[in-house]
C-alpha cells in the first residue's frame, strides 16, 4: 500500500516476482468481470482500516511530542544478580500531564493522546512482573527445568 492523502488514497500492490502469485492456486484477485473479488475486497477494508489507525496514533505522538509529556525512562532490570541498563525507552512524564494547560490537554484529548498516555502511565507496573518472569526463566535455565511452572517453554512460547 502507498500512502497517499489519506487512507482513501491508499493503492494495492502486488509484488509479482515474489512467487506468492499463481493462475492456478489461491484465492483469485479478480472475478469475471475483472472487479476485485471478495477476499481481496476484505484485505482493502482491513488495510485501510489498519492505515486510518495508524495516521491516528502518529497524531496522538505527535500532540504528545509537542506537549513534551515524552521523556527518557532509565529503566533497570535485575538479570542474574546483575543489573542491566535499557537505553531508548520512553515514558509519559506523569507530573507534566497534570500541570498541562486547558488548551494543551484539550488538544490531547481531540488527538486521542490521553488514551496513549493514560495506558502507558497505567501499563509501567508491568515491567516488575516481566522483570519477575525473566527472573524466574534464568532460574530454571540454571537449573535446567524446562519452563516456567510449565507454563513458558524454552521455546518461549506461552502454554496453556
Known amino acids: 500500500m502507498k500512502k497517499g492523502n489519506a487512507p482513501d488514497d491508499l493503492v494495492l500492490c502486488v509484488d509479482e516476482s515474489s512467487g506468492l ?7 483469485p ?4 468481470k475483472g472487479q476485485i473479488t471478495n477476499a481481496i475486497s476484505q484485505v482493502l477494508v482491513f488495510l485501510k482500516e489498519c492505515e486510518r489507525s495508524r495516521i491516528i496514533a502518529q497524531q496522538a505522538v505527535d500532540a504528545l511530542t509537542a506537549a513534551g509529556l515524552i521523556i527518557e525512562w532509565p529503566l533497570k532490570m535485575l538479570m542474574n544478580d546483575a543489573e542491566i541498563h535499557i537505553s531508548d525507552v520512553y515514558k509519559i512524564d506523569e507530573s507534566m500531564l497534570y500541570s498541562l494547560d486547558d488548551k494543551t490537554f484539550l488538544t490531547l484529548r481531540n488527538t486521542h493522546a490521553l488514551a496513549i498516555a493514560f495506558a502507558q502511565i497505567f501499563s509501567m507496573d508491568n515491567i516488575r512482573i516481566i522483570n519477575q518472569l525473566a527472573q524466574i526463566r534464568e532460574q530454571q535455565k540454571a537449573l535446567n527445568e524446562p519452563g516456567i511452572k510449565g507454563v513458558m517453554t524454552n ?3 506461552f502454554r496453556f
Open 29 to 32: 484477485l479478480f472475478d469475471e
Open 21 to 27: 502469485i499463481s493462475d492456478s492456486e489461491g484465492e
Open 155 to 157: 521455546d518461549d512460547m
